[in-house]
């Protein structure tokens, strides 16, 4: 494991641990020990990379159809850049520019996919983001479905009503408590579930309410 590997899920511990829970297996941010070493952190690493990689599967067949104006079959700065941030433009270049012609054709994009780094890379930037998003709603530890339908709409701009914000929230309260983030496996449960809606606004596709 990198180092910025290991900073950044500590980073996202830390917040998940400020509610009063750390993931299941691991130990409080003020160690200096890696979180990927715990066996329960690797099945949640493993079970995200799955996510991630699934989501950049299906972000190639969009750019080509919806970005790819030329129809040259390749994907260029400017082209990808459109409802972006510049960290993701560079980070989509960086990881799939494979000759860095400053292009992006398909198998160059499959083979990125097929290795560990890309898929690793995006990996923490889905914790990046969510320790930033959560962390206002984890500071009061008080996370309760009132700030779950606050997440979802503004952070994450899905479309969630009353009933799919109670079906969610009951799945991931595990000791029915009524707030979320206040028990073991928690922080994970929620990690895992919000992953792929937080990574699809990141790269700007289409997402529906988190399943």
């Not at 941030?85 to 083979?111: C, I, K, S, T």
């Not at 109670?166 to 983030?181: G, M, T």
Request: one cysteine or more.
């Amino acid at each position: 494991m990198t180092k910025t590997s290991r900073v950044l899920t500590v980073a996202l511990a830390a917040v998940l641990a400020g509610c009063g829970v750390a993931p299941q297996g691991t130990v409080r941010p003020s160690s200096v020990q890696s979180l990927r070493a715990q066996d329960d952190h690797d099945v949640t690493h493993a079970k995200l990379n799955a996510i991630v990689k699934t989501v950049l599967g299906e972000q190639l067949p969009y750019l080509m159809t919806n970005a790819d104006a030329d129809r040259n079959g390749a994907i260029q700065r400017a082209e990808y850049a459109p409802g972006r941030d510049a960290a993701m433009v560079d980070l989509f270049m960086a990881q799939f520019d494979g000759n860095r012609d400053g292009q992006v054709v398909a198998p160059e994009y499959q083979r990125a996919l097929a290795a560990t780094e890309s898929v690793e890379a995006y990996h923490h930037v889905v914790e990046e983001r969510m320790s930033a998003a959560i962390k206002p709603y984890a500071a009061d530890k008080d996370f309760d479905l009132t700030e779950l339908r606050d997440y979802m709409t503004r952070d994450l701009g899905l479309t969630a009503d009353w009933p799919l914000l109670a079906r969610i929230f009951a799945e991931l309260d595990l000791n029915q408590d009524e707030k979320l983030l206040s028990a073991k496996g928690e922080g994970p449960a929620f990690l895992l579930k919000f992953a792929r809606p937080q990574l699809q606004r990141a790269l700007a596709l289409p997402s529906d309410p988190a399943r």
